[in-house]
């Protein structure tokens, strides 16, 4: 596993950034967060990733509790980047979310939908579903998260 984090965990890591970095450059975001969200998403790609390679569990149960985690990671991350940058969360989950996006199951939905493969598109769709919905109920707990660390100090401050 050390050996795999020093090499492609590394590369995936800058990749990563670099990915959510960019998405953060087109959507237009502030420039003062692209580095910051850039790190979300990288944070958020590497927690997948090492959980993808380290569960002995099935493909769709890695995918799912990896895409949870990471999804509670950025969740959580975004919300206290938006605290420290004084910027709404919005800015730094949607570009962290990049790198979890399903689009190479989505073309293959498609590609053996129009191949004639129906079987294997049912299986594919099953998967991009599975993290969208995972994606969906992490950032839900993300949120109870960051409400519980955050939200005290307005409570008791009667707000």
Wanted: aromatic share 8%; net charge positive.
């Amino acid at each position: 596993m050390l050996t795999w984090l020093l090499t492609t965990g590394l590369l995936q890591l800058i990749l990563a950034y670099l990915a959510t970095a960019g998405f953060a450059v087109i959507l237009n975001i502030p420039r003062r967060a692209v580095n910051l969200s850039g790190w979300v998403g990288a944070a958020g790609w590497l927690t997948y990733e090492i959980l993808y390679q380290t569960l002995p569990v099935s493909v769709n149960g890695k995918l799912a509790i990896g895409n949870l985690v990471a999804a509670i990671v950025i969740g959580v991350t975004s919300g206290l980047a938006a605290h420290y940058k004084r910027m709404p969360m919005i800015i730094f989950n949607i570009p962290s979310l990049v790198p979890l996006v399903p689009g190479g199951q989505s073309y293959r939905v498609v590609r053996n939908l129009v191949t004639g493969q129906p079987q294997l598109a049912n299986h594919y769709l099953g998967q991009v579903v599975i993290i969208a919905g995972v994606i969906a109920i992490g950032f839900l707990i993300a949120e109870l998260i960051n409400q519980l660390i955050f939200g005290t100090g307005r409570r008791a401050q009667g707000h």
